[in-house]
């Protein structure tokens, strides 16, 4: 059951992966120059009013050190690469293991 719902999400994230890539892609065609848009634009744009509770939440509940050097990095990374990741990681814990022994092997 778990597996299937991080599976599930690991979906969602690809198509919200693919979603963004698209967008940059248009938008790099129309401005005639390489576009790719930031995390923070990302969000920025879809949700401003959960931008900023989201940051003080980390910077208060989290290590406050994790804040500048790895959320600011994720924050600047292009949005297409971070659910992109986040699918590959989904759906690397919801992968179902073949079993070892072959279909017809004793066990």
Request: without cysteine; glycine residues 2%.
């Amino acid at each position: 059951m778990i597996r299937a719902f991080l599976r599930l999400l690991a979906y969602i994230s690809l198509s919200l992966a693919i979603i963004a890539a698209v967008l940059d892609a248009a938008r790099s065609v129309g401005a005639s120059r390489l576009v790719m848009t930031s995390l923070r634009d990302s969000w920025q744009s879809f949700s401003p009013s959960t931008l900023v509770p989201a940051e003080d939440y980390i910077r208060s509940h989290l290590y406050p050190m994790l804040w500048d050097p790895l959320m600011l990095w994720i924050f600047e990374t292009p949005t297409f690469i971070i659910f992109a990741a986040l699918a590959f990681v989904l759906y690397a814990l919801g992968h179902r293991r073949e079993q070892r022994a072959g279909r017809f092997a004793a066990r």
